[in-house]
C-alpha cells in the first residue's frame, strides 16, 4: 500500500526519486552540499543515494522516505530501497515480528564519481 503511487504519473512528477534529507551542519562536518551522492551504510546492508539539505532535522538525523527502488541487481530507476538497511532476523518486535524500521545507526559517506577511462593509446 505505501509505494502504490510510484507508478502515477503526477506523483512521479512531484517526487521521481527518495531523497536523504540532513541538516545543513551534518552536510557541512562531511564536506558534502545538496546533490552530492552518499553511501549509508547501516549493520546489514547500504544503499546510494541523493542528499539534500533540510534545516527542519536535527543534527545527527538523516530522513530517507520508503517505498523506492528496485531489488539488490536492479539497474536503480527511482530512488534507494531503505529495506536494504534493516535486518529481518534481528531486532523483530516480539508481539508482531515487525523488524525495527527507525532510529537505525548509520555511516555516511560521499561517493565520488568515477573518473571516465582513458581510451587505450595504440602506436603504428
Avoid at 8 to 13: A, K
Avoid at 102 to 115: G, H, K, Y
Amino acid at each position: 500500500m505505501n509505494s502504490m503511487g510510484g507508478t502515477l504519473p503526477d506523483l512521479i512528477r512531484m517526487m521521481p526519486r527518495n531523497l536523504a534529507y540532513m541538516n545543513p551542519a551534518d552536510l557541512s562536518a562531511l564536506a558534502l552540499v545538496s546533490g552530492d551522492q552518499i553511501e549509508i551504510t547501516s549493520e546489514h546492508g547500504a544503499i546510494q543515494i541523493l542528499v539534500e539539505v533540510d534545516d527542519s532535522l536535527r543534527p545527527g538525523v538523516v530522513s530517507v522516505s520508503h517505498g523506492f527502488g528496485g531489488l539488490p541487481g536492479e539497474a536503480e530507476s527511482n530512488g534507494a530501497s531503505t529495506n536494504l538497511l534493516i535486518s529481518t532476523d534481528t531486532g523483530l518486535q516480539t508481539i508482531n515480528a515487525m523488524p525495527r524500521m527507525t532510529a537505525i545507526p548509520v555511516n555516511i559517506r560521499r561517493v565520488l564519481p568515477e573518473m571516465p577511462q582513458e581510451p587505450e593509446r595504440r602506436t603504428a
